[in-house]
């Protein structure tokens, strides 16, 4: 109860300033969008200090415990891709509040593939995007819109411009789209463990020709590149007076690459693999299926047996029609499985997936692509779009609740993906190394805020219910508490570099000494117990054991020849028996006194 109302409290406190960031981001006046204008662009973006006053009392946090002050590090190049409407009004305010504190952004290359740039620029920006995706290899891309004709005139657009994602995989050669369900630790969503799937990022009806005709005779006739002769692949007669003739294809050279891909990801994730066709109607799609199976008997089929992965599917890789995966789908809620499908039934099965899981927010969208030399170009995306009636709620001043799961974990794919290029490509230099570290340790550091937020019971309302965060409020906590689990893992110094003689005696050499009385002498001298000696308590230590060096005495009766070290006593000397300048009785019954000397010196009585 106490709880609930804290969360209330804090809320009510922070609504002001929130409604005051709401009105400085929209600014609907000018445009309904952002512009962005630079990689960080959420740094165009004014953030009142009325609202940061009020995100620190919701948190409980002290101003100087939930701001970092430290260096940023320069993040790795990558081609952001805007988009708009809510989820670009949402990632600029996660760029704020997430990344730009921790990172300098400014090698990232900002493309803004809105509708407004799309049509001002005749889509020269598309293509100036491609160019830079397969030149930089790594790529976050916002939700965009594919306008209808009624958004055409809406927009005031030149024209209907198509989805940008066609050139995207023809331009970066791409061979799958993986789209995995994402899990947060402790909350049970709608597969209890991973799915992976893997949709063939290129040919079907995505590419299709068409058009409208009437009565009269189609023929589909392939020229070969080669001279051959020509030949008519289909001949149909069409009778009725309105038909659609489409006509598309499916390119299989990268299927084989596809199913490296998917075989090896269900090895890591330790999932059974399934091949998803429609081939006992459709006969042309049985090469997708044979590709597949090859590829796993010839490579991995042993692996996947030593590892006990196909008991579920009996000792083999199996084909499922798509008809009956939609079924298996909603039963095999246990998870633990990966599928492999064209273009089409892809799309429409992990759509399937998303909504068992929990929403579109719960799964990702990855594009993996093969660059000119071998490299991957690997783009990220969120899998949803850009979510309009949230958008029109904001631009009407209402509050809104949208869930930036899957707009993160792109963005934290595509950070890590652009890391481990530049380090492939500078595997020894020191400063790459530490880049990359931070990067992955940045990126399990926020999910864990992130994930951790949601099990606090303060997620957005698609989790939480109606009491559930708002966009602003929840971004804003996730910042504080990554904010304050990163401060944690920071040290006040740097560690030292150690040398050989910083190193621990090794285990053999020590085995001949008493480790327990060692340890019961050092602390007798560690008086703070702070697990060191300082100079002080090393000199009182060496003055006690009788072994501290003494300075060298003037010549004289008592003065000790050449190549003779003299040590300093503790003790009084015992029964009538004295000795000065290091000497001291070997017994009280017998008065000698001797010095402790080097190996080389002689021998003094």
């Excluded at 309302?461 to 920071?490: H, S």
């Amino acid at each position: 109860m106490s709880s609930s109302i804290r969360i209330l409290t804090s809320r009510c406190v922070a609504s002001a300033g929130r409604r005051h960031l709401a009105a400085t981001l929209s600014r609907p006046a000018a445009s309904p969008r952002l512009g962005l204008a630079s990689p960080g662009t959420a740094s165009s973006i004014g953030v009142p200090s009325s609202f940061a006053a009020a995100r620190l009392q919701s948190t409980t946090a002290a101003p100087e415990d939930a701001v970092p002050t430290g260096p940023k590090v320069k993040a790795p190049a990558l081609v952001y891709i805007s988009g708009e409407e809510m989820t670009h009004y949402a990632t600029q305010l996660l760029l704020k509040e997430w990344i730009e504190p921790h990172f300098d952004t400014s090698s990232w290359e900002t493309y803004d593939l809105s509708c407004k740039s799309r049509d001002e620029t005749s889509d020269q920006v598309l293509h100036d995007a491609v160019e830079a995706g397969k030149r930089v290899g790594a790529i976050f891309k916002e939700p965009t819109i594919t306008p209808s004709a009624v958004q055409v005139q809406e927009m005031g657009l030149k024209q209907a411009w198509g989805s940008p994602n066609g050139a995207m995989r023809k331009g970066w050669n791409g061979i799958t789209i993986s789209r995995d369900t994402i899990h947060i630790e402790g909350i049970e969503l709608g597969y209890k463990n991973q799915v992976l799937f893997e949709r063939h990022a290129v040919g079907g009806e995505y590419g299709a020709g068409w058009d409208e005709v009437g009565q009269g005779t189609l023929l589909t006739t392939y020229i070969p590149q080669d001279g051959g002769a020509p030949f008519v692949v289909d001949k149909r007669d069409l009778t009725d007076k309105h038909n659609v003739c489409v006509v598309y294809h499916n390119p299989y050279d990268n299927v084989r690459e596809l199913a490296k891909i998917f075989f090896e990801r269900c090895l890591e994730h330790q999932v059974t693999p399934y091949i998803v066709t429609k081939k006992t109607v459709f006969k042309w799609q049985e090469g997708f299926w044979a590709t597949m199976k090859k590829v796993f008997d010839d490579e991995y089929k042993d692996e996947f047996l030593k590892q006990g992965l196909l008991d579920r599917s009996g000792g083999d890789l199996q084909h499922l029609i798509s008809d009956a995966a939609t079924m298996q789908l909603i039963r095999w809620t246990d998870g633990g499985f990966g599928m492999a499908a064209h273009n089409y039934d892809g799309d429409m099965l992990t759509d399937q997936i998303a909504q068992v899981h929990r929403s579109p927010g719960f799964i990702t969208s990855n594009l993996v692509g093969r660059n000119d030399d071998g490299s991957y170009i690997k783009e990220f995306e969120a899998s949803h779009g850009t979510v309009t009636d949230l958008w029109l709620d904001h631009l009407a001043g209402k509050e809104t609740s949208l869930n930036p799961l899957g707009l993160v974990e792109a963005l934290l794919g595509a950070m890590s993906h652009a890391a481990r290029l530049e380090l492939d490509e500078k595997p020894n230099d020191k400063n790459v190394q530490e880049m990359h570290a931070f990067v992955d340790n940045f990126q399990s550091t926020l999910r864990t805020a992130l994930h951790n937020t949601f099990r606090y019971g303060q997620g957005t309302r698609d989790m939480c219910g109606p009491t559930g965060f708002t966009t602003e409020d929840f971004i804003a906590k996730v910042a504080w508490r990554l904010n304050r689990y990163l401060a944690q893992q920071v040290e006040e110094q740097a560690p030292p570099e150690l040398k050989e003689g910083d190193l621990a005696v090794p285990k053999e050499k020590l085995a001949e000494f008493d480790q327990k009385a060692i340890l019961k002498l050092f602390e007798k001298y560690d008086k703070d117990g702070s697990g060191k000696i300082d100079f002080k308590e090393f000199s009182k230590m060496l003055m006690k054991m009788g072994v501290a060096p003494k300075k060298a005495p003037k010549e004289g009766l008592f003065s000790s020849p050449p190549g003779t070290r003299t040590v300093a006593s503790s003790r009084p000397a015992s029964g009538s028996g004295s000795c000065t300048s290091g000497y001291r009785p070997r017994s009280s019954s017998r008065q000698r006194c001797r010095t402790r000397r080097s190996s080389s010196a002689p021998r003094t009585e």
